[in-house]
Nanobody, 115 residues
Framework: QVQLVESGGGLVQAGGSLRLSCAAS????????MGWYRQVPGKQRERVAT???????DYADSVKGRFTISRDNAKNTVYLQMNSLNPEDTAVYYC?????????WGQGTQVTVSS
């Protein structure tokens, strides 16, 4: 069973920054893609950013230029650096890992941006 443990969420003022971390219980190079998703109450979970095993990153339009996803294979950890945060970024952020035919999720970490 794969475990993904997120950390780094919290309360920040608009314009501030946070860095989320996702530690995996197995080597992350075994996943085709890892990523970050977010969800607010009453809305569907949406993709924020993904990164492939080869290091190719992709972002939702709403976070391009502000968020950066990265990975450290030696630490089995994926990061999401979030800059210029605004209240619309408030959500629970979930780490995701995908292997062939399987998807794994972390428990989520709350990010709250105050205006």
């Amino acid at each position: 069973q794969v475990q993904l443990v997120e950390s780094g969420g919290g309360l920040v003022q608009a314009g501030g920054s946070l860095r989320l971390s996702c530690a995996a219980s197995r080597p992350i190079f075994t996943f085709n893609t890892m990523g970050w998703y977010r969800q607010v109450p009453g809305k569907q979970r949406e993709r924020v950013a993904t990164i492939t095993s080869g290091g190719s990153a992709d972002y939702a339009d709403s976070v391009k230029g502000r968020f950066t996803i990265s990975r450290d294979n030696a630490k089995n950890t994926v990061y999401l650096q979030m800059n210029s945060l605004n209240p619309e970024d408030t959500a629970v952020y979930y780490c995701n890992a995908e292997a062939v035919g399987l998807r794994y999720w972390g428990q989520g970490t709350q990010v709250t941006v105050s205006s």
